[in-house]
C-alpha cells in the first residue's frame, strides 16, 4: 500500500460499520428468521387479523364479511355508527399482513381512499345501484365472461359485487359511481369460501 | 491546500450521488406511508417499524428494508465525499468506502440508479485519484 492508499483505522471502521448496518437490515428484512409472519390459514384467523388492524384505527369498523380466495382473505369493513361499508382489506395467508385492498378501495373511495381530498364522503353517488350492475352485466359480457353479477355493496364513491357462475361465486368487481367505470378484481385468486358476520 | 489539490470532481460527483440516494429513500417511505396506506398512514406509523410493516401484504420489513439500505448508504457515500474533501490524503479509503455504498445502495432503489452509478464513477475518480505536485518557484 503506497502513501496514498493509506486505509486509517477510523475510515476502516466506517466501512466495518457500514456494512455491519445493512447486513443487520438486509437479514431483519428478508429472511424469514427474523420476521414475525405467520400463515394464516382460517377465515377465523383472518377475522382476527384484520379486527386487529380495525382496532388500531377506528373503534367505528367492524368486520362485514370475509371472503376466502386461493390469493389471500377479502374482508368487508363497515362503520358501525352508520352501517354503510367503509372500505375493504386483504390478508395475506403466508404473512398474516392486513393491507388496504389495492384497487377501487384504494383509489376510489372518497372517504378512506385517495379520492377523499374530494370532501365528497357520501355514498348518493349519480350512478345507482342498479346502474352500476347493469354496467357490470354489461362489461361481462364485452369481455366474453359467461356469468352474472350478485347485488351491489355501496361503498364511498363505488360499488362492489360478486360475479357468480351457477350460483357459485367465481370473482369480484367494482363499479365506479361517478363515471360507471368497471373494475374487475382479478387479483383475488379463485373463491373459496365467505362468511358474513352481520 | 489549493482546490486543485482535492479530488473535487470526486466529491461532487459522490455528494450527488449520495443526495440522491437519500432522496430516493425518502422518497420510498413517502411512498409506503401515503400511497399504500391512505387511510389513517400516521397512525400506522405510530405502531413502529415492524407494525407498519405488517401492512404491506409483503414479507416484513421488505419496503422498508430497501429503504432503510438505500437511507444508510447514502449517508455513508456522503461521509465518504466530506472526508475526501477535508482528507484528500486518504482519498484510497474514502474512495473505497464511496464505491463499496455505492454498489450496495443499488439494493436501495440507488439514488434512481443515477445516484448509484455517480457514487460509483466518484468512488472510482477518488481511487485514482493523484495529488499534484507543488511546482517549486523558479522550477521550469
Do not use: C
Not at chain 1, 6 to 35: N, R
Not at chain 1, 72 to 94: C, P, W
Not at chain 2, 13 to 40: C, D, E, I, K, T
Amino acid at each position: 500500500m503506497t502513501a496514498g492508499q493509506k486505509f486509517p483505522i477510523y475510515a476502516a471502521l466506517v466501512l466495518v460499520v457500514g456494512l455491519i448496518t445493512i447486513a443487520a437490515v438486509v437479514a431483519f428484512s428478508f429472511a424469514p428468521f427474523f420476521s414475525t409472519t405467520r400463515s394464516v390459514k382460517s377465515i377465523e384467523q383472518a377475522k382476527n387479523l384484520a379486527e386487529q388492524y380495525l382496532s388500531r384505527l377506528n373503534q367505528d369498523f367492524r368486520v362485514k364479511e370475509i371472503m376466502e380466495f386461493s390469493n389471500h382473505f377479502y374482508v368487508m369493513v363497515q362503520e358501525k355508527s352508520t352501517g354503510i361499508n367503509a372500505f375493504e382489506l386483504l390478508v395475506d395467508r403466508s404473512t398474516g399482513a392486513v393491507f388496504y385492498e389495492p384497487g377501487p378501495s384504494m383509489m376510489w373511495n372518497t372517504k378512506y381512499g385517495h379520492m377523499k381530498w374530494r370532501n365528497n364522503s357520501t355514498v348518493s353517488m349519480p350512478i345507482s345501484a342498479q346502474n352500476a350492475s347493469e354496467y357490470a352485466q354489461k362489461w361481462l359480457e364485452q369481455n366474453g365472461i359467461a356469468a352474472k353479477v350478485e347485488e351491489a355493496e355501496i361503498f364511498y364513491g363505488y360499488y362492489t359485487m360478486d360475479v357468480s357462475r351457477d350460483t357459485r361465486i367465481f370473482g369480484m368487481l367494482s363499479v365506479n359511481g361517478f363515471s360507471g367505470v368497471v373494475w374487475y378484481h382479478s387479483w383475488h385468486g379463485e373463491f373459496v369460501q365467505m362468511v358474513e358476520y352481520l | 491546500m489549493s482546490l486543485e489539490q482535492r479530488p473535487t470532481t470526486a466529491i461532487v460527483l459522490s455528494l450527488v450521488g449520495g443526495s440522491l440516494m437519500m432522496l430516493s429513500a425518502a422518497m420510498m417511505y413517502v411512498m409506503v406511508m401515503y400511497a399504500f396506506f391512505p387511510y389513517n398512514s400516521m397512525g400506522m406509523m405510530m405502531g413502529g417499524y415492524m407494525s407498519m410493516m405488517s401492512n404491506m401484504g409483503i414479507p416484513y420489513g421488505f419496503i422498508s428494508g430497501l429503504f432503510l439500505v438505500g437511507l444508510v448508504s447514502g449517508i455513508l457515500v456522503i461521509i465518504g465525499a466530506m472526508m475526501l474533501r477535508i482528507r484528500p490524503e486518504e482519498h484510497f479509503a474514502w474512495g473505497t468506502i464511496i464505491l463499496v455504498f455505492s454498489t450496495i445502495s443499488f439494493l436501495g432503489m440507488g439514488g434512481f440508479w443515477v445516484g448509484a452509478i455517480l457514487g460509483i464513477v466518484g468512488g472510482a475518480f477518488a481511487l485514482s485519484w493523484k495529488p499534484q505536485q507543488k511546482q517549486k518557484r523558479g522550477e521550469n
